[in-house]
């Protein structure tokens, strides 16, 4: 069965650090990736995508996201969080179907 | 274009009781999709359409009706409101059907149901 899964439960960091997303995913055929994006009291919008090419995706607001096909996973990065960046953050697979994974929490501290 | 509007915004419940929760796109999307987010679960699929007059189930579709009568409509119907459909419901649509791109959401409706 199709499944995602986001290791990363609740992350905090300070303004400027560097972030990693973990999202990996169980399917074995070809998949659609995203990010999604939720801001404290807003809905949820699209931080990127991957479809094919170039395994490297950027993004809105300097997020990229790297496909790696062998390990399944489509972690997100930022080389330098802000503290707008506090959100939760979602990754979706589409394979046979779309699935989110539960979402990682991230606070930034100034 | 206003995107996607859901109605309404916060709304408490009674057990037992029904009500409807409304969304509507004006993009002319064909895929639209419920969902709903509780804590630690993320979002999950309860009810979808690929086109008017077509819906399907999703993940979690027991307690909830939908349908399609229109393109820009799709309606989510509680039939008897149980504590355990306490969540924040979003209404989301995409171009494509029947295999959805990027999802476009509503801002959500919080429910109660005490």
């Known amino acids: 069965a199709q499944s995602v899964s986001q290791h990363n439960h609740h992350v905090i960091l300070s303004e400027a650090a560097s972030l990693e997303l973990g999202c990996n995913y169980s399917?074995?055929?070809?998949?659609?990736l995203f990010w999604y994006v939720q801001y404290p009291g807003q809905h949820l919008q699209l931080l990127l995508k991957?479809?094919?090419?170039?395994?490297l995706v950027k993004g809105i607001k300097g997020f990229e996201a790297e496909f790696i096909k062998s390990k399944f996973s489509f972690n997100l990065r930022k080389p330098s969080v802000q503290w707008s960046d506090t959100a939760e953050y979602f990754c979706?697979?589409?394979?046979?179907?779309?699935?989110f994974g539960t979402g990682t929490r991230l606070t930034i501290i100034p | 274009n206003a995107g996607v509007t859901q109605t309404p915004k916060f709304q408490v419940l009674k057990t037992g009781q029904s009500m409807t929760l409304q969304c509507a796109q004006d993009m002319n999307h064909e895929y639209m999709s419920w969902y709903r987010q509780d804590p630690g679960m993320g979002l999950r699929l309860i009810h979808y359409?690929?086109?008017?007059?077509?819906?399907d189930q999703g993940e979690v579709p027991n307690g909830y009706n939908v349908s399609r009568s229109t393109t820009e409509d799709f309606p989510l119907r509680l039939l008897s409101a149980a504590p355990s459909q306490t969540s924040v419901y979003f209404c989301?649509?995409?171009?494509?059907?029947?295999?959805?791109?990027?999802?476009?959401f509503g801002p959500g409706t919080r429910l109660t149901v005490l």
């Open positions: 991957y479809f094919s090419g170039d395994p």
């Open positions: 989301a649509s995409s171009l494509q059907a029947p295999y959805p791109d990027t999802q476009y």
């Open positions: 399917y074995g055929g070809t998949v659609n």
């Open positions: 979706a697979v589409l394979g046979e179907k779309l699935t």
């Open positions: 359409s690929v086109g008017a007059g077509i819906t």
